[in-house]
């Protein structure tokens, strides 16, 4: 990875669901001392907000956006002022979140949000578009993915994010579309960047993956783990 300095101090983590992204970049940034932002907890934010207020969320307009206020404070996300929780992982919820991911409105409304998490020093943040759309010069980008079988396997490990009674091959075709979904959308599809490093998390342990992002980083985030 070639780091400019005169870039933004992201480190940018990208990738499908269940590849083990956010396990990943909350431990990278609990062994830097650096924030860590989840972005898919505001798309989920605006499905769960939808649900309470009986939208479907296709159906989720600007007005409606505008009636919302969603912020980062003490490292948690904040809805209307308050922490949605666990309310956020629910399957009905996670589903939504997918489907008002795409969109624009919502993509153009979250933009801000997302941008205001970085201050000056380091964030660790990780979504579907961050390196491609959110930070485009952030100086650290990865794209983590893993094979869907294995992917299905970690959702079902999960059990608090899947429907009663699912099994690998249901979590299997539900992770197959929505993978089609987050790709072929029209705005901010899910996709590698051109300088993201690819890291495949097939097999591998928590530790193995943190070490090989560890040693992409520049020398001067390397020596904080030390």
Known sequence: MVVNSGKMTVIAID??????KSTAAKQLAGVLHITYVNTGSLYRAVALAAHRAGIEPENVTRDFLDTLHLEYGNGKLLLNGEDPGEALRT???AQGASRVSALPTVREYLLPVQRNAALKEWIVMEGRDIGTVIFPDAQCKFFITASIEERARRRLAQSGE??????????????????ERDSTRAAAPLKQADDAVFI?????SISDVNAELISFLPEELQKRCK
Do not use: F, M, N, Q
Request: charged share 30%; net charge negative.
């Open 15 to 20: 990738g499908p669901a269940g590849a083990g």
């Open 91 to 93: 399957p009905e919820i």
């Open 162 to 179: 899947i429907a009663s009674g699912a099994t690998l091959e249901s979590v299997i075709e539900e992770i197959r579309l929505r993978d």
């Open 200 to 204: 495949d998390t097939t097999g591998k």
